[in-house]
């Protein structure tokens, strides 16, 4: 499927701005299943300062300043993207790999080889997944066994996650703590990754937090408008042997061809799509757009969203 992706993020200021610095992570990756065909990004004013380099963990990462007065900053990233999850290797066919225990798993990540010590970084605590309490771990342990395939418990955990949450768009953002989600059991996929990452770190799992975009469909009947998609996120778990499974806890799905993926990272605060600093006075408004449009008809599969969650996100950021 072959995805036209635009992403536009718009800051109104009341008083003006006289410098600002930014940094954005909007460029989708080119990895085995997903070929990026182009990318463009365009910036409003424009930037005298301008960069881009891969960060640790091999994301995209722009970083741009203006420094004349505006009073209105405008981002637009435009990609192609080529997506193919039949090229990715797929875990039906290791069969081993999907009977891997939590011991073993464990035990094999023990050893020194480059891929092992790669993954180890994802079990430790990250910005926003720390101090993980005794809720977060009780909820993992009714999944995670000594004896069971961390495949199937981390499928299971997947359905829980989806079962026992309410997606509500108004109960959190990027600063409301994992505890106050658990608790509430309600959020939006962020918040839905970030509690499923917490789990598998309870138990000493690698999981890492993916961040990107899923395309959507126009109610039957209906023409579908631009700008209703949103940025969207979920979590993966290391298995030995055979690598990152990721899980999509928002739509109960392991993530196919409609699952674009611009970064990855411990969690939200690694691969947020623009932050930055700013020099000014008075209020900013926040709009955000998001469209994507796949050549060749629409995937049957209709998924949530959540794109107010998404400009909370980046309006929390841009401080």
């Keep these: ?83 193919n999850m039949a090229l990715a290797p797929n875990i039906d066919f ?59 418990a981390s499928y299971e955990l997947m359905e829980r996650i989806f079962n026992d949450f309410e997606f509500n768009t108004t109960f959190s953002n990027v600063a409301t703590p994992i505890t106050d989600v658990m608790r509430e059991k309600k959020g939006v996929c962020q918040d839905f990754a970030q509690i499923a990452i917490a789990c598998l770190r309870s138990v000493h799992l690698p999981a890492r937090y993916i961040s990107g975009y899923i395309e959507t469909l126009p109610p039957p009947g209906k023409e579908k408008l ?23 806890p928002t739509n109960n799905q392991i993530p196919k061809d409609q699952h674009i993926v611009v970064a990855w990272g411990r969690d939200y605060y690694d691969v947020a799509p623009l932050k930055g600093v700013l020099y000014s006075s008075g209020l900013s408004k926040l709009s955000v757009s998001v469209d994507i449009r796949p050549e060749g008809g629409y995937p049957t599969q209709q998924n949530k969203t959540d794109t107010q969650h998404q400009q909370q996100s980046q309006q929390s950021q841009q401080q």
């Design 1 to 83: 499927m072959l995805y036209k992706i635009n992403h536009t993020t718009c800051y109104d200021y009341d008083e003006g701005v006289t410098f600002c610095h930014n940094i954005a992570i909007l460029k989708p990756k080119n990895i085995i299943g997903q070929n990026l065909v182009n990318y463009n990004l365009d910036i409003s004013p424009a930037p005298i300062v301008f960069s881009e380099r891969e960060d640790f963990f091999g994301n995209t990462v722009t970083r741009f300043s203006i420094q004349e007065y505006h009073k209105q900053l405008k981002v637009t990233a435009t990609s192609k993207v080529d997506r």
């Design 94 to 152: 290791f069969s081993d790999a999907k009977k891997i225990t939590l011991s073993e798993t464990l035990q094999l990540l023990k050893q020194v080889d480059p891929k092992s010590l790669e993954a180890r970084q994802f079990q430790l605590e990250s910005v926003l997944i720390h101090t993980i309490g005794q809720e977060i771990k009780d909820y993992a342990l009714k999944s995670f066994k000594p004896n069971r395939s961390v495949f199937e």
């Design 226 to 248: 631009i700008g209703t998609d949103a940025s969207h996120a979920w979590f993966s778990v290391y298995i030995p042997t055979f690598g990152w499974v990721d899980f999509d």
